[in-house]
């Protein structure tokens, strides 16, 4: 049963995830790059005859194991890949630790941007101000109350009238 449970809300974080932050184009964005820079660092070294990186593959190794700070990656020979290897270990740990911040970051203060959480956080702010208001301000408040609740029953009532229309 938690299963049934958990995958939609799993789903909707997923869809969340991607439809409202930059990880998705942050992702493929380091993905590229990390083609690009890798075969950078690939043709820079295939020269070298004392280099660990013979081939595309040893590459894509590199460039992983020099962006995930690991430490595990060989220092490249050619003045050329080590500039290059120095680019993308700087460029692919920010775009990296960037997604990571940038995703947490939009997922977590998506629920506060709603409109409409503002306007109950405005409404909510403003009640606390109530022992501040004059009677003008007061009597204001209330005609603005009651059109709020006049709107909202003819909310009620259009939906209630579509729903009888719906077989």
């Known amino acids: 049963m938690k299963s049934t449970i958990a995958h ?3 789903k909707r ?3 969340d995830i991607s439809l409202h932050t930059p990880f998705t184009e942050m992702v493929l964005l380091l993905i590229v790059l990390w083609l690009l820079f890798s075969a950078g660092v690939f043709l820079a070294e295939r020269d070298s005859a004392s280099s660990s990186i013979h081939d595309y593959g040893d590459a ?3 460039g992983v194991a020099a962006f995930s700070t690991a430490g595990i990656a060989d220092k490249p020979i050619s003045g050329m890949a080590q500039l ?3 680019l ?3 460029v692919g740990s920010v775009l990296f630790f960037g997604a990571i911040v940038a995703t947490v970051t939009t997922y977590f203060m998506r629920p506060m941007q709603r409109p409409h959480k503002k306007i109950i956080d405005t409404i909510e702010f403003n009640l606390e101000q109530l022992n501040d208001l ?3 301000e007061l009597d204001l408040l209330k005609e603005t109350v009651d059109a709020l609740i006049v709107h909202v029953e003819s ?3 259009k939906q209630s009238r579509q729903s ?3 077989p």
Do not use: C, M, Q, S
């Open 164 to 166: 009888l229309r719906v």
């Open 155 to 157: 909310l009620k009532e």
């Open 8 to 10: 939609p809300r799993y």
């Open 60 to 62: 894509l190794y590199w």
């Open 84 to 86: 290059i290897g120095g």
């Open 134 to 136: 004059t009677v003008d």
């Open 13 to 15: 974080f997923i869809k």
């Open 88 to 90: 993308w270990i700087v």
